[in-house]
Structures are given as structure tokens and as C-alpha cells.
């Protein structure tokens, strides 16, 4: 059973302040991680994709990936209110049979006050 | 591209009639995957399909569930008889299975069964 933990929250953070969300897995073997952000009432969004070790950055967002680990984290840097909304990771399974599918967290929910 | 496609976006029906879901994935994604999500449980893997088979249908919580896929551009997830715990929303997703492996979602179907 592949396991993908993340921080359970809620997160709560000031406007402008950055937003760290992380997660484990269990799988050695995996070799592509996902974030998802999920506004209430609407489907998971893809934000982020991350494949090497590392930090890739896109905008206000910096996925940080550490394979040694098993850590992949989401940084959101000037958080804005409009970034409320609960934090999906997901870690792909790229081989054999399982190939495609994708194992989630069970989230983690936050909060940007004003 | 429109994205992925379901229908219907809501769904409320009596316990025991039979209820059909629908989704259209992205034109050219040979992965179809069928979620559902609640608050107790979160966002599970029902079933999912590569080039129109069934690849992995563990997730299917009983036989009252079942799944198709007639082509590449159509997929139905049927219940019958549904039940009060079947209530939750549906989510159907597509990936094209090349990297990066990225899968995006549809905006799903609120299913209430009473």
C-alpha cells in the first residue's frame, strides 16, 4: 500500500506571509509528485509537478522535492486570500500495471486572513 | 481544449433507483479515472481505465457499482440500486500516458441519494 501523508491543519497564515505545506510517501520507487489545489465545491486543480530533486518554481508557488526523503513540499510565497483552499499531494506510480495512477493525501486546508 | 467533461453536474435521486454517470475525457488522454469524495474518507480511486480497459477496479465498493468504457471518448459509472451512503461527488479524470503523467480532472457530480 502506497502511503501519502500530508501535514492535516488546518494552515492558517497572514496575507503576504509563506505558506509551507508538506508531505511524505512511502514509495521509494516513485518518480513524479503533483500538487492540487481544491477551492470548496470545485474539482482538484493541478498547480504543480515536480520530477527531480530540487526546487522548481512557477510564479508565487516553489515545489521542493527530496527523494532521499521521501519529502515533496509546497512553499506559496505573498499568500493572498484568494490561495484559501485545501492542498492536494499526489505521487504517481510510473511503472508496470499501476502506471498513471496517482496516490493522494488526504489534503490540508488553508487559511490566508487579511 | 474544453477539458474533461461530466454530466450531470448534479444528481438526486430516491434509494434504489439506478443512477448513470457520465464523462468524456480529454481528446488524445488514454486514461480515464473515476473518484468519488466525501468528508470522512476523501478523495478515493474507484476504477480506472487504459485504452478503454479496465485496468484496476479494486476501488469499486460493491457490486451495486460498475463501470464502461465503450471508446475512446466516453465513460459511464452506474449505480444501481444507490443508497444513502452512495451520496458524495464523482470526479472523473484523464491523463495522456506519456510523461509527465499530469491528470486533470473534471468538475464533477454531486450525487444526494435520499
Known amino acids: 500500500q502506497k502511503e501519502v501523508e500530508q501535514n492535516s491543519g488546518p494552515l492558517s497564515v497572514p496575507e503576504g506571509a509563506i505558506a509551507s505545506l508538506n508531505c511524505t510517501y512511502s514509495d521509494r520507487g516513485s518518480q513524479s509528485f503533483f500538487w492540487y489545489r481544491q477551492y470548496s465545491g470545485k474539482s482538484p486543480e493541478l498547480i504543480m509537478s515536480i520530477y527531480s530533486n530540487g526546487d522548481k518554481e512557477d510564479g508565487r508557488f516553489t515545489a521542493q522535492l527530496n527523494k532521499a526523503s521521501q519529502y515533496v513540499s509546497l512553499l506559496i510565497r505573498d499568500s493572498q486570500p484568494s490561495d484559501s483552499a485545501t492542498y492536494l499531494c499526489?505521487?504517481?506510480?510510473?511503472?508496470?500495471?499501476?502506471?498513471?495512477?496517482?496516490?493522494f493525501g488526504r489534503g490540508t486546508q488553508l487559511t490566508v486572513w487579511p | 481544449d474544453a477539458g474533461v467533461i461530466q454530466s450531470p453536474r448534479h444528481e438526486v435521486t430516491e434509494m434504489g433507483q439506478e443512477v448513470t454517470l457520465r464523462c468524456k475525457p480529454i481528446s488524445g488522454h488514454d486514461y480515464l479515472f473515476w473518484y468519488r469524495q466525501t468528508m470522512m474518507r476523501g478523495l478515493e480511486l474507484l476504477i480506472y481505465?487504459?485504452?478503454?480497459?479496465?485496468?484496476?477496479d479494486s476501488g469499486m465498493p460493491e457490486d451495486r457499482f460498475s463501470a464502461k468504457m465503450p471508446n475512446a471518448s466516453f465513460s459511464t459509472l452506474k449505480i444501481q440500486p444507490s443508497e444513502p451512503r452512495d451520496s458524495a461527488v464523482y470526479f472523473c479524470a484523464s491523463l495522456e500516458g506519456t510523461i509527465p503523467y499530469e491528470q486533470y480532472f473534471g468538475p464533477g457530480t454531486r450525487l444526494t441519494v435520499t
Open positions: 481505465f487504459n485504452n478503454n480497459v479496465p485496468i484496476d
Open positions: 499526489a505521487v504517481n506510480s510510473d511503472r508496470g500495471s499501476t502506471l498513471g495512477r496517482l496516490y
